[in-house]
């Protein structure tokens, strides 16, 4: 296992990246510098269990969108882990799979915004994951890092331990919002990376929706 020798810490930022902006990258950055990590794996999802409200753009465009967006940090890396799974994905079966893939003995930090890490009881497994998985909580603007700190403490196992709180600068950009942009032909510019903005483009994403 000698290519990945030295690896102890690694990031998972999963999403649906549909696009992904500057609040993702951001705080993938955050999260590496803080807890010191060899490198995060963006990991856009498959089919997403949570996204029943509207078309989930095809996973091709996600995870070519996400590459694009990667591509100037050496430290980020994209996986097609949940693209290539059948059905829906479950956070706890694809951290399951990266411990696995990893050499034995890497810490892996799963790195979600506060709004997602707030959904965790509807998550599959949840009390197996948090065993062995360190979660990080991003601050989003219009989520409160008190409300969720709140919220947290009411769940029936001891959470709290294993989830680090993590303010980054404020990114007031979702991807919903970019995708209604592009719907109403308003600039998108500088709210995600320049390369995503030219795809969305090229491709007509999100022009018809
Ligand atoms: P959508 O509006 O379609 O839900 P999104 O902008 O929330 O898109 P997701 O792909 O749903 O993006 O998010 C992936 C992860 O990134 C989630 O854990 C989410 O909380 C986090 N995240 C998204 N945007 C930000 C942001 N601006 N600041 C911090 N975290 C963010
Ligand atoms: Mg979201």
Redesign the pocket.
């Known amino acids: 296992m000698s290519e990945t020798k030295g690896i102890k810490r690694v990031g998972i930022?999963?999403?649906?990246?549909?696009p992904i902006?500057y609040?993702?990258l951001v705080?993938a950055e955050e999260t590496r510098g803080r807890f010191n990590l060899d490198k995060v794996i963006f990991v856009p999802s498959g089919k997403p269990p949570h996204k029943k409200g509207y078309t989930v753009t095809d996973a091709r465009h996600r995870y070519l969108m996400t590459l694009l967006a990667v591509a100037t940090n050496r430290f980020f890396e994209v996986s097609r882990i949940e693209i290539d799974r059948q059905g829906y994905s479950y956070t706890v079966d694809t951290v399951n799979q990266f411990y696995q893939q990893l050499p034995e003995g890497t810490e892996i930090y799963f790195i979600?915004?506060?709004?997602?890490i707030m959904e965790i009881l509807t998550w599959k497994n949840i009390e197996e994951l948090l065993g062995r998985t360190r979660f990080i909580a991003?601050?989003?603007?219009g989520i409160e890092l008190e409300h969720m700190k709140l919220v947290l403490k009411e769940l029936p196992f001891s959470a709290m331990e294993m989830i680090y709180p993590q303010e980054?600068p404020a990114?007031?950009?979702?991807?919903?919002d970019i995708r209604m942009r592009v719907r109403e032909k308003r600039s998108i510019k500088y709210l995600l990376p320049e390369a995503v903005e030219h795809y969305i483009y090229k491709n007509r994403l999100y022009h018809d929706e």
């Not at 991003?138 to 603007?141: D, F, G, I, M, W």
């Not at 990114?171 to 919903?176: F, G, R």
């Open positions: 930022m999963g999403g649906t990246f549909d902006h609040g993702h705080t979600t915004g506060a709004d997602a991003a601050t989003r603007p980054v990114m007031a950009i979702s991807s919903t």
